[in-house]
């Protein structure tokens, strides 16, 4: 195969996290040993899928776009869920950060998606930071405790610092998710600056 | 999100060789991340797929259909390539079996994609094998070598040594493949089997 629909599909399908041309060749040739209605099908949902799903006006998660509804609801099922608290705001990098944080299924707050990291590197300042906006949240509801929840790289360190440090004068409680050796996993293959987070933040047991 | 369309997307995503739900999630999120136009364009190229491209009718690999010729060819670029020799024949179980082995570019031979392999546990026996084609094939273009290149697998031996049986009488010379310790690998890494038959085949050196 030569042809430009075989290249531009592998060209495309390569551009996923994580695929690189032999995995989207094999991905083509999948698809082209199944029943054309698959292609056909996934190729549909992936036409319709922006219309379907938008940010939330509120805290930047995706959310859903009621079909059925005469105007669909402004915020997600997260802003709207009436048995979390208005109190608790945990800050993250991105909407896939919001999904990770659910898992443990025990915070009962809500959320705040910065949309982006601090970044020298890639020309990403401060200024790129929604900060008014987290700050209109926190006074708006009263926010008492803010969660930062960016990830324990260097960029999500930084970010987690400059907003620290941001947020002082809003009197709120700021606190930092534990960095640590993750459960189930072995010491002798956690790094040197996993193991020294574990040290610092150790607890009396 | 909870509605049908993220997880639909998911669902068709997961189906894909290798892909899990959490990948799946994970092209979701990346997809929403980006420009609407790249899910609709992926989208566009999945439901062409099938029309564009179809099985050669002479050796069974995938084939571009021409859009802009009046009437498509009937076989793939290497069936009609005219360097290639028709007394070389290099049997594969899959078309991207033919994408394989044409890696190396030594072969100048042509294909015949066998498009399964015996598979006893799945109920696939020897009268699934399209050896009636095979075999006029051989007579038609007056083949002189067949090389087998099922894969080292058990599927793929135990067809390969019934091809060897069944090509027996048509007097051509069947060839496999050679098995062995890949290049660049390293023998502690090696499976047993891999090294009996790399021993097996030694070659003077």
Do not use: W
């Amino acid at each position: 195969m030569r042809g430009k629909g075989a290249k531009r599909l592998t060209a495309l399908l390569a551009r996923l996290p994580g695929v690189g041309e032999k995995t989207a060749q094999r991905y083509l040739y999948h698809l082209l040993a199944q029943p054309s209605a698959y292609a056909v099908e996934l190729g549909d949902a992936l036409r319709a899928l922006h219309a379907q799903i938008r940010p939330c006006l509120r805290c930047g998660n995706y959310t859903d776009v009621d079909e059925n509804a005469a105007e669909s609801a402004p915020v997600c099922d997260i802003c709207s869920d009436p048995r979390r608290s208005d109190k608790l705001l945990c800050v993250v990098a991105r909407p896939t950060d919001v999904l990770a944080m659910e898992r443990p299924g025990s915070l009962r707050g809500r959320y705040f998606v910065l949309g982006k990291l601090l970044s020298p590197l890639d020309g990403v300042g401060p200024e790129a930071l929604p900060i008014g906006i987290l700050r209109a949240r926190i006074e708006e509801d009263g926010v008492e405790e803010i969660i930062l929840a960016t990830p324990p790289s260097v960029d999500g360190e930084a970010t987690a610092l400059f907003l620290r440090r941001e947020l002082a004068a809003t009197g709120v409680l700021v606190t930092r998710i534990a960095s640590g050796v993750p459960h189930g996993g072995d010491l002798e293959f956690a790094d040197a600056i996993t193991l020294g987070r574990a040290l610092d933040h150790r607890q009396k047991f």
